[in-house]
């Protein structure tokens, strides 16, 4: 894994072995980013450690408030990033 100064901040959704939603916040190198797209879209079981740093982790679907909430403070995250930077890169 590359470390980098800069990161993107991806938030996967998947399901646990058990059955259970969860979601994970990832800060990736941006030349790892792509990779993991590709790695997410295959729906694959994948261990997100491979692209990056695990920066918070949760039970459901979406992450609560409070989770969000430490986004924002701790990593300066703004959750809506990714989709963001997914319809530029469409055009």
């Known amino acids: 894994m590359e470390t980098s100064d800069t990161s993107i901040v991806a938030l996967y959704r998947a399901t646990s072995l ?4 969860f979601f994970a916040f990832v800060a990736i190198a941006p030349s790892n980013y792509l990779d993991f797209q590709k790695a997410v879209a295959s729906g694959d079981p994948m261990d997100v450690t491979s692209f990056g740093e695990v920066l918070e982790t949760g039970w459901g679907d979406e992450p609560d408030e409070q989770t969000l909430e430490n986004m924002r403070e701790n990593y300066g ?15």
């Open 18 to 21: 058990d059955g259970k939603p």
């Open 77 to 91: 995250c703004d959750p809506d990033f990714e989709q963001k930077l997914l319809n530029a890169i469409e055009g």
